[in-house]
């Protein structure tokens, strides 16, 4: 990830949003020692909030768990 400080990302706003856009990875912009922000495409964003929906109680995490162990397992026996 990379980490660019806000001076930095003011002067290179349009390539580092091209470059984030076409990697769909996020930057990281430091304002100062102790403030720092994150920019990143909308279909990331909103796939962290329903990560942190789903994954919102421990119940709903175990089924999304089990299911995942379920379709790697098909995987491995050659059910695609």
Request: glycine fraction near 4%; charged fraction near 25%.
């Given at each position: ?10 002067s ?15 930057v ?6 102790q ?11 909103r ?34």
């Amino acid at each position: 990830m990379q980490i660019v400080a806000m001076k930095t990302f003011r002067s290179t706003i349009d390539a580092t949003v091209q470059h984030i856009i076409a990697t769909h990875e996020p930057v990281i912009v430091r304002k100062n020692k102790q403030t720092s922000f994150v920019v990143l495409p909308l279909e990331e964003y909103r796939s962290l909030i329903e990560t942190r929906y789903l994954m919102g109680t421990s119940a709903n995490a175990d089924r999304l768990k089990q299911g995942l162990e379920e379709v790697e397992a098909m995987i491995s026996a050659g059910k695609q």
